[in-house]
């Protein structure tokens, strides 16, 4: 299992929290997502390596 953290940009509302995981968690490979408020970080746990590399590419959470 693979772990990786990245930072999203300024996160202002909560809300926003539940769909960036759950979002995430339907991403083929990704077994776990837990975004972290305060940071503005999202720890996520994958099957593999690749897929650490996909979620990466596919950086696509801006806020609004």
Known sequence: MSKAVYQL??????????KIES????????ESAKVMFNSSKVKTESMNQRC??????RYWFSHG
Do not use: Q
Request: proline share 8%.
């Open 9 to 18: 940009e300024p996160l202002t509302c909560p809300s926003c929290i539940k």
């Open 23 to 30: 979002t995430l968690s339907k991403t083929a490979g990704v």
């Open 52 to 57: 650490a590399g996909y979620c990466n590419s």
